[in-house]
């Protein structure tokens, strides 16, 4: 099985910056597109920012030009970088993968949340 472990949430204050972290572990061959999902209380989930293997990025038209995303193939470790968050950032973050094995179709995993809080 895949496990996908996000960690770096936490309370910031307005202004302030996180860097989250998500790392992938367990049998599996590779992990194409590597993703940062949020969820605030009563909100859908909501794509935040994504990478393909090969290094193309997308962000939300909410975090461009304040987020980052990159990736460490080696470890396969996918990271946020959050700088000027806002309230509005406060929610769930949710880390998911595209991942790649030779005895099953590519799946999609998702890791369990780590909770992002913004203070004003």
């Known amino acids: 099985q895949v496990q996908l472990v996000e960690s770096g949430g936490g309370l910031v204050q307005v202004g302030g910056s996180l860097r989250l972290s998500c790392a992938a572990s367990g049998r599996f061959s590779s992990i194409n597109t590597m993703n940062w999902y949020r969820q605030a209380p009563g909100n859908q989930r909501e794509l935040v920012a994504g990478?393909?293997?090969?290094?193309?990025?997308n962000y939300a038209d909410s975090v461009k030009g304040r987020f980052t995303i990159s990736r460490d193939n080696a470890k396969n470790t996918v990271y946020l970088q959050m700088n000027s968050l806002k309230p509005e950032d406060t929610a769930v973050y949710y880390c998911?993968?595209?991942?790649?094995?030779?005895?099953?179709?590519?799946?999609?995993?998702w890791g369990q949340g780590t909770q992002v809080t913004v203070s004003s």
């Open positions: 998911n993968a595209d991942v790649r094995s030779p005895w099953r179709p590519t799946t999609n995993f």
């Open positions: 990478l393909t293997r090969d290094g193309t990025p």
